[in-house]
Structure formats: structure tokens, C-alpha cells
């Protein structure tokens, strides 16, 4: 199960959204501008989520459920509660995780493995809305406007393409935050990760960075 949870963190999530109709009058690079202008403001982020795992070989549903808590820059606490208890916590270029499982606590540096590496930032970017960075690795298209919702198809260059065939990010109707990102992968399977009960801009509590904690 660790290694499901785990594998869920940096491919996170649903079949694309199809059928909708690109009727925006802004240029795409306009679109994520304003979006990375509007998220720059918010300093933590603090949700609970809801994942939803459709694995297509075995045609089998897993659903998790947790809290995530960012904390610009560099602090992102991942925790799991529901069916079984995983935290992972990023400090900067150190991953620290754990599970009830083994019970275990295990450390990684972010230097010693460049496709972890990889991974991290792509799902900072997700977070933080530094959506033009990653318009060297994406095909980037406007669904629709109102909600803003972003389909995302991977280059031919990307490292992404080998796993991913589209990713959907839908918006917060005031756009301060993602409601939901979906993924579809490459071997069928597919991830929605939704947010729900975001707070912004407030208190984190500092127990939240330590891997393994009471304070869930």
C-alpha cells in the first residue's frame, strides 16, 4: 500500500475532461500569468483531499483520504489518514516519510535522486501556479474560462510523456486555488485529487512538519 500511496503523489490523478470548448479571448500565456499573479499572494495552503485511484488492469477503485499543508517556500507536508496512515514532508531538498505500517521514519536527499527530484517540482508547480515554467515540458490549452479549467499533454521532450497523456487542473471560481487536478496515464490507469475545506493564507502549526507526529 506505501508504495501505491507513494507512486499517487507525483502522477496525481481522472480521465481528461473532454468536450469542452476553448471560446477564451486571452492568450494562453496571459491566462497562466494572471493565475501565477493571483497564487503568489497565498504563502500556506491548508486542505483536506479526497484521491481517487481507477487502476484499469484490475478494474479496481482505491480512494485516500488526507490533508495537505504547503508552506512557502520549500515546506509541503503530504498525510494520509484514511485507509491507512502515510506522511510524507518536504524541508526544502530533504523528503522525510513514514507510515504505520513498519512504523518506520526514512530520509532521502532530494540531490541524490534526480528523478524524485523531478517529481517534487512538478507537483510544486501544481501547487504554487507556476504554470508558465512549465510550458517547456506541456502542451498548455484553455478548456474553458469560467471555471478556468487547464488541460495540460505532455511534449515529446518531456520525461512526463512516458507516463502521462493529459493532465486537467480546475479552478476555484474566484481562481486563488485549485479544486481539482486529474490525470490520465499512459497504461489506462487514471487519478482525480480533489481539494476540499482549503484555508489560505493562515497559521500552520508546526507539529504539521514533523513526519511523524500525534497531530493529525
Request: charged share 20%.
Given at each position: 500500500?506505501?508504495?501505491?500511496?507513494?507512486?499517487?503523489?507525483?502522477?496525481?490523478?481522472?480521465?481528461?475532461?473532454?468536450?469542452?470548448?476553448?471560446?477564451?479571448?486571452?492568450?494562453?500565456?496571459?491566462?497562466?500569468?494572471?493565475?501565477?499573479?493571483?497564487?503568489?499572494?497565498?504563502?500556506?495552503?491548508?486542505?483536506?483531499?479526497?484521491?481517487?485511484?481507477?487502476?484499469?488492469?484490475?478494474?479496481?477503485?482505491?480512494?485516500?483520504?488526507?490533508?495537505?499543508f504547503?508552506?512557502?517556500?520549500?515546506?509541503?507536508?503530504?498525510?494520509?489518514?484514511?485507509?491507512?496512515r502515510?506522511?510524507?514532508?518536504?524541508?526544502?531538498?530533504?523528503?522525510?516519510?513514514?507510515?504505520?505500517?513498519t512504523?518506520?521514519?526514512?530520509q532521502?536527499?532530494?540531490?541524490?535522486?534526480?528523478?524524485?527530484?523531478?517529481?517534487?517540482?512538478?507537483?510544486?508547480?501544481?501547487?504554487?501556479?507556476?504554470?508558465k515554467?512549465?510550458?517547456?515540458?506541456y502542451?498548455?490549452?484553455?478548456?474553458?474560462?469560467?471555471?478556468i479549467?487547464?488541460?495540460?499533454?505532455?511534449?515529446?521532450?518531456?520525461?512526463?510523456?512516458?507516463?502521462?497523456?493529459?493532465?486537467?487542473?480546475?479552478?476555484?471560481?474566484?481562481?486563488?486555488?485549485?479544486?481539482?487536478?486529474?490525470?490520465?496515464?499512459?497504461?489506462?490507469?487514471?487519478?482525480?485529487?480533489?481539494?476540499?475545506?482549503?484555508?489560505?493564507?493562515?497559521?500552520?502549526?508546526?507539529?504539521?512538519?514533523?513526519?511523524?507526529?500525534?497531530?493529525?
Open positions: 500500500m506505501r508504495q501505491i500511496i507513494v507512486s499517487f503523489l507525483f502522477f496525481v490523478c481522472l480521465q481528461g475532461v473532454n468536450g469542452y470548448a476553448d471560446n477564451s479571448s486571452r492568450d494562453i500565456k496571459t491566462v497562466l500569468g494572471d493565475l501565477e499573479k493571483t497564487m503568489s499572494g497565498t504563502t500556506t495552503i491548508q486542505t483536506d483531499f479526497i484521491q481517487e485511484k481507477n487502476l484499469a488492469l484490475f478494474n479496481q477503485k482505491i480512494i485516500l483520504k488526507g490533508k495537505v504547503i508552506q512557502k517556500p520549500g515546506l509541503l507536508s503530504w498525510r494520509v489518514l484514511s485507509p491507512m502515510y506522511s510524507m514532508v518536504l524541508k526544502g531538498s530533504t523528503i522525510s516519510q513514514w507510515d504505520e505500517d512504523n518506520q521514519v526514512q532521502m536527499s532530494l540531490a541524490k535522486s534526480p528523478s524524485f527530484q523531478i517529481a517534487i517540482v512538478q507537483m510544486q508547480n501544481w501547487f504554487y501556479g507556476t504554470y515554467s512549465m510550458l517547456d515540458d502542451k498548455i490549452t484553455l478548456a474553458t474560462e469560467h471555471p479549467i487547464l488541460e495540460f499533454i505532455p511534449l515529446e521532450n518531456s520525461v512526463s510523456r512516458n507516463f502521462i497523456k493529459r493532465v486537467t487542473v480546475i479552478f476555484q471560481d474566484d481562481e486563488h486555488y485549485i479544486k481539482e487536478v486529474r490525470i490520465e496515464e499512459k497504461n489506462g490507469d487514471s487519478t482525480s485529487l480533489a481539494f476540499v475545506n482549503a484555508q489560505l493564507n493562515k497559521p500552520v502549526l508546526p507539529s504539521v512538519w514533523e513526519v511523524k507526529t500525534d497531530v493529525w
